[in-house]
Nanobody
């Protein structure tokens, strides 16, 4: 079982940037696709971005396309989500997730294990 630990959340003003990190416990992280999902208060969890096992394929939700960048460093067993031009509507708990297999996915149900989440709050 792979364990994921997110970090990097916090409070930022609209227009600002944050970089989230997701540290994985296993050395074979390159065999797992990774994703970032988020859940705002009173709303369902939604897909944000995903990346294939070796980083060659990425997907983004329309709401973050052009502002967020997902990446990974398999040598460090770590994934990242660079968030730029943040908006108040980006406020949510952000979760790192992994799925067995190397293919990136936009489907939340495809993810097999999750981190504990990190809070991102964007003030107007």
């Amino acid at each position: 079982q792979v364990q994921l630990v997110e970090s990097g959340g916090g409070l930022v003003q609209a227009g600002g940037s944050l970089r989230l990190s997701c540290a994985a416990s296993r050395r074979t992280i390159s065999t797992y696709a990774m994703g970032w999902l988020r859940q705002a208060p009173g709303k369902e969890r939604e897909f944000v971005a995903s990346i294939s096992g070796r980083g060659g394929t990425t997907y983004y939700a329309d709401s973050v396309k052009g502002r967020f960048i997902i990446s990974r460093d398999n040598a460090k067993n770590t994934g990242y989500l660079q968030m730029n031009s943040l908006k108040p509507e980006d406020t949510a708990v952000y979760y790192c997730a992994g799925r067995y297999g190397t293919i990136a996915s936009k489907q939340i149900s495809d993810y097999n294990y999750w981190g504990q989440g990190t809070q991102v709050t964007v003030s107007s």
